[in-house]
């Protein structure tokens, strides 16, 4: 009855519905005397019945909606599309304060260009500073930006001289831009209302000049032509980027595997560079050489010195490491060298085992060996003994 409760009163107008009609149904089912087993389980399937409502309404959540990480999917894309807004809107304005004479505006109204030109700027400016105060905008909100862009260039175009001028090719880049924010059918919406204002400014300036619509319907042309452009190069970008992503949580999984694998060898590793730094080292590695797990990159020299030293013999004169200790209080350690060379880098690789080990495996294979061959020269000489006492 809570859940329901607050739900009601929620700013999401469908979860409120759905609330009420749960509310509504409770109420007529006291107004009839239902027994108190029969409205707890009335309650327990409204209560079940609003969950799925909400869930339902989660998985059918468009695009534009708020994705776990907390970001929308237009946010980054409308930021650079609001910076570039601004930078243009303080270039027509500044066309405007430091060159009345340009071609742009030697045929058209100077009083509307200037009051246009700086409601754009300020416009501009306003939803720039949104982003310095982590401010989110509805999907709703944004589309409605874009079409008051659209309706600013297109006065700025009429103000200039018409649909004609260079002004109007400036709508392409709002409808490219609105077609990549919301692909779909709100991407030809937007390039519908750049073609009904280019239509509208041709009929309006056509009440005093004699024009034809050939131009006004080229713009439209090539407006819908770049929303379906746009449209098809930003889902290929959108998939070509999620299967990067898909890539790089890979890598990223396969580089934790490995680190794992490592970690839980049984074998020392160490990878060491040229200048003999340390860049990684394992668990198994840390224990044979009885240090805690250092901060890498740091020199082989300063965790053991008699390893650094085997080392630089055998870059110089390709000596192979011999058995050492550590320390006096830790087992003895053989040590192995290998090269590996990738992207240009060279490093090498030392295995770390316990010597004394290995020389316990070694002796107990000898034993082996030497209870196998007993075995059969037992089995050889039994034979013939038992056919003699036959």
């Given at each position: 009855?809570?859940?329901?409760?607050?739900?009601?009163?929620?700013?999401?107008?469908?979860?409120?519905?759905?609330?009420?009609?749960?509310?509504?149904?409770?109420?007529?089912?006291?107004?009839?005397?239902?027994?108190?087993?029969?409205?707890?389980?009335?309650?327990?399937?409204?209560?079940?019945?609003?969950?799925?409502?909400?869930?339902?309404?989660?998985?059918?959540?468009?695009?534009?909606?708020?994705?776990?990480?907390g970001t929308t999917s237009w946010w980054s894309p409308f930021k650079v599309y609001a910076h570039?807004?601004?930078?243009?809107?303080?270039?027509?304005?500044?066309?405007?304060?430091?060159?009345?004479?340009?071609?742009?505006?030697?045929?058209?109204?100077?009083?509307?260009?200037?009051?246009?030109?700086?409601?754009?700027?300020?416009?501009?400016?306003?939803?720039?500073?949104?982003?310095?105060?982590?401010?989110?905008?509805?999907?709703?909100?944004?589309?409605?930006?874009?079409?008051?862009?659209?309706?600013?260039?297109?006065?700025?175009?009429?103000?200039?001289?018409?649909?004609?001028?260079?002004?109007?090719?400036?709508?392409?880049?709002?409808?490219?831009?609105?077609?990549?924010?919301?692909?779909?059918?709100?991407?030809?919406?937007?390039?519908?209302?750049?073609?009904?204002?280019?239509?509208?400014?041709?009929?309006?300036?056509?009440?005093?000049?004699?024009?034809?619509?050939?131009?006004?319907g080229l713009l439209g042309t090539v407006f819908f032509a770049t929303s379906l452009l746009s449209?098809?190069?930003?889902?290929?970008?959108?998939?070509?980027?999620?299967?990067?992503?898909?890539?790089?949580?890979?890598?990223?999984?396969?580089?934790?595997?490995?680190?794992?694998?490592?970690?839980?060898?049984?074998?020392?590793?160490?990878?060491?560079?040229?200048?003999?730094?340390?860049?990684?080292?394992?668990?198994?590695?840390?224990?044979?050489?009885?240090?805690?797990?250092?901060?890498?990159?740091?020199?082989?020299?300063?965790i053991s010195p008699v390893l650094s030293q085997q080392i630089t013999r055998w870059l110089a004169?390709?000596?192979?490491?011999?058995?050492?200790?550590?320390?006096?209080?830790?087992?003895?350690?053989?040590?192995?060298?290998?090269?590996?060379?990738?992207?240009?880098?060279?490093?090498?690789?030392?295995?770390?085992?316990?010597?004394?080990?290995?020389?316990?495996?070694?002796?107990?294979?000898?034993?082996?060996?030497?209870?196998?061959?007993?075995?059969?020269?037992?089995?050889?000489?039994?034979?013939?003994?038992?056919?003699?006492?036959?």
């Amino acid at each position: 009855m809570l859940l329901l409760l607050q739900e009601l009163f929620s700013p999401d107008h469908s979860n409120a519905k759905a609330s009420q009609k749960c509310l509504w149904i409770m109420l007529f089912s006291v107004a009839f005397g239902m027994e108190k087993r029969d409205w707890v389980t009335e309650q327990r399937g409204c209560v079940a019945w609003f969950r799925l409502h909400t869930i339902k309404k989660e998985i059918n959540m468009p695009h534009s909606s708020i994705t776990p990480s907390g970001t929308t999917s237009w946010w980054s894309p409308f930021k650079v599309y609001a910076h570039y807004r601004w930078v243009l809107s303080a270039l027509l304005l500044s066309l405007f304060v430091f060159d009345h004479s340009s071609d742009v505006m030697s045929n058209g109204d100077i009083r509307l260009y200037f009051i246009t030109a700086l409601g754009f700027f300020v416009l501009a400016s306003a939803t720039v500073s949104l982003f310095y105060f982590n401010t989110l905008l509805s999907d709703r909100t944004v589309l409605i930006t874009i079409a008051l862009d659209l309706a600013f260039i297109i006065i700025l175009a009429h103000a200039s001289g018409g649909v004609t001028q260079n002004l109007s090719i400036l709508m392409v880049v709002t409808v490219a831009a609105g077609s990549i924010l919301f692909p779909g059918r709100k991407g030809l919406f937007v390039a519908a209302i750049a073609t009904l204002l280019v239509l509208a400014e041709r009929f309006l300036f056509n009440m005093s000049h004699q024009q034809g619509y050939i131009e006004p319907g080229l713009l439209g042309t090539v407006f819908f032509a770049t929303s379906l452009l746009s449209q098809n190069i930003a889902r290929r970008l959108g998939e070509a980027e999620t299967q990067a992503n898909v890539a790089t949580a890979h890598l990223a999984d396969l580089k934790n595997l490995n680190h794992l694998i490592i970690q839980r060898m049984q074998t020392g590793i160490l990878v060491v560079d040229i200048a003999q730094q340390v860049q990684l080292i394992n668990a198994s590695a840390c224990h044979l050489l009885g240090i805690e797990p250092p901060l890498c990159p740091i020199p082989l020299a300063q965790i053991s010195p008699v390893l650094s030293q085997q080392i630089t013999r055998w870059l110089a004169h390709q000596e192979l490491p011999k058995p050492f200790h550590n320390h006096h209080a830790l087992p003895e350690i053989k040590a192995s060298v290998a090269r590996n060379q990738e992207q240009g880098q060279e490093n090498i690789l030392i295995f770390l085992d316990d010597y004394g080990r290995l020389t316990q495996q070694v002796q107990l294979l000898k034993l082996k060996s030497l209870a196998r061959l007993t075995a059969s020269i037992a089995h050889e000489i039994r034979n013939p003994l038992g056919a003699i006492s036959h």
